[in-house]
């Protein structure tokens, strides 16, 4: 079965602070692992893609194969971070999860 | 370039009717992707379009179906509507396949349809 699983609904930080969104996922094959970002009034857009390795806004995801895991790790917090997050593989399909709403608090 | 454009914005129909929701891809797009997105709920699949077929279809019964243009413009259709249709919308265009990179995904705002 192909599902992605997003277990936290909402994330509070302060500003500075480091942050984590978690994400799991089951997969028999080779997934290909995606960060979906949804800011206020804005629509989904790419964050940033494991095969790619790179990082996109101070933000880095590691894909690890052992825990069918791709967390979304920020060292510093900033505001403008404040947003709705969605963790999605590529499959059979494209699976999103049911997304983190992460609030940075000054 | 606007980007994905999605049309209409908002619709309200009654339980029972069909509904016609449009797409047009950003400029050098050629695939188009719908997605079911219910209150607190991340997007889901419904089905992918390329060259004007059906190439990838999620878990929606046949009362969902679409079509796609020879411009890539896109249309989704729904019959027989429900209560549980009601959800946001999603359009998604990608351009040309660039292996061994899955194409980026570029969303639309979105169609809110709500059944009553």
């Known amino acids: 079965a192909q599902r992605v699983t997003q277990p936290e609904k909402l994330l509070s930080v302060f500003k500075g602070a480091p942050v984590e969104l978690k994400c799991n996922y089951s997969y028999s094959g080779s997934p290909e692992l995606f960060w979906y970002v949804q800011y206020s009034r804005q629509r989904l857009q790419l964050l940033l893609r494991h095969i790619s390795r790179e990082s996109i806004k101070g933000f880095t995801a590691d894909l690890n194969k052992g825990e069918t895991s791709f967390h979304l790790k920020k060292p510093f917090a900033q505001e403008e971070d404040s947003a709705m997050y969605y963790c999605a593989l590529s499959g059979a399909d494209m699976r999103f999860g049911a997304g983190t709403r992460l609030t940075v608090k000054p | 370039d606007a980007g994905v454009t999605q049309s209409p914005t908002h619709l309200i129909k009654t339980r029972g009717q069909q509904v016609t929701l449009r797409c047009s891809p950003k400029?050098?797009?050629?695939?188009v992707s719908w997605y079911q997105q219910a209150l607190g709920q991340g997007p889901q699949f419904i089905f992918q379009?390329?060259?004007?077929?059906?190439?990838q279809r999620g878990n929606f019964p046949d009362r969902f179906s679409g079509h796609q243009f020879p411009n890539y413009s896109s249309e989704l259709n729904v019959n027989a509507l429900l209560l549980g249709d009601s959800a946001l919308y999603l359009c998604?265009?990608?351009?040309?396949?660039?292996?061994?990179?899955?194409?980026?995904?570029?969303f639309g705002q979105g169609t809110r349809l709500t059944v009553v």
């Open positions: 998604a265009s990608s351009p040309p396949d660039s292996l061994p990179l899955s194409p980026e995904a570029f």
């Open positions: 400029s050098g797009h050629d695939t």
């Open positions: 379009y390329y060259e004007e077929e059906e190439r």
